[in-house]
């Protein structure tokens, strides 16, 4: 990745509790991390990833510690919003509203950040050709040769593993549980992991604490956006839209006019009448 070695030694942290935020559920870091994003975008991307919880992240001091000026940085960062890797916003904490600048290593969509700003957080922002699951799995050959499983048995028993992660257990937790006290020899590897990753399943995690409220913002203009009004950060008006404009209330009478009204209708009634 170009510029992917720029270095993040004495880089400024912000004030205490403001800075850089990392979104929750991150996978661990790897050679293929914002390939999908343009160089430069890939080079900050990967900068910022690199920096520490709390770290000052904004234009002015990123451009003191990159080689790019405060307009180039300003529109990378808006790349790197728009491709799912940043969020702008607020989160009221102690009684009062803080600054926040979330990031995440994994692209993730508009849905995703709407679920993170209710506090209901999917655990995966995307589906990778190999999934966590799945690189553990393939990986139990190496730690026990008896265990060795093919690719369509990890492709078979990586939803079992993913329901492991969702209840908190990491990969050392789960290698100690399959390949703990084996059996000698070990006829079907598939199924004795299968067996294991059912009979061993770990109970459901405590309920944490709810998420504190929080507000993401435009990323150009700043106004506040619930749910999905904002779509890959921007607000209606800032991606050209224009609102929808009321309709017209049916005109109605004034006064005068509907006792004018009534009284000629009740003169032709009456006309029939005789």
Request: glycine residues 6%.
């Amino acid at each position: 990745m170009a510029d992917a070695n720029l270095s993040d030694a004495a880089h400024p942290m912000a004030n205490p509790g403001y800075g850089k935020r990392t979104a929750p559920y991150q996978e661990p870091r790897g050679p293929r991390d914002f390939a999908h994003l343009p160089a430069r975008e890939a080079a900050v991307a990967a900068y910022v990833d690199r920096l520490p919880e709390g770290s000052d992240i904004s234009v002015k001091t990123l451009a003191k510690h990159l080689p790019y000026g405060q307009c180039a940085l300003r529109t990378s960062l808006d790349r790197i919003q728009h491709a799912g890797h940043l969020r702008r916003g607020r989160e009221h904490l102690d009684g009062k509203w803080i600054t926040r600048t979330w990031f995440s290593r994994a692209p993730r969509d508009s849905a995703w950040w709407a679920a993170f700003q209710q506090g209901d957080v999917p655990r995966e922002a995307t589906r990778r050709t190999r999934s966590r699951a799945y690189i553990l799995l393939a990986a139990l050959g190496r730690e026990n040769s008896a265990l060795s499983l093919s690719h369509a048995e990890c492709r078979s028993l990586a939803p079992l593993v993913e329901e492991w992660f969702a209840r908190d257990s990491d990969e050392t937790y789960i290698l100690r549980a399959l390949t703990s006290g084996l059996p000698q020899p070990v006829h079907h590897p598939a199924g004795l992991v299968r067996r294991r990753l059912t009979d061993k399943l770990p109970p459901l995690p405590l309920r944490r604490e709810p998420a504190p409220p929080r507000i993401l913002e435009c990323g150009k203009c700043g106004a506040p956006g619930y749910t999905d009004a904002l779509h890959d950060g921007d607000c209606a008006p800032c991606r050209g839209e224009r609102p929808a404009l009321p309709r017209p209330r049916p005109a109605t009478l004034s006064d005068p006019r509907v006792r004018v009204r009534a009284a000629e209708i009740r003169e032709r009634m009456a006309a029939r009448r005789g």
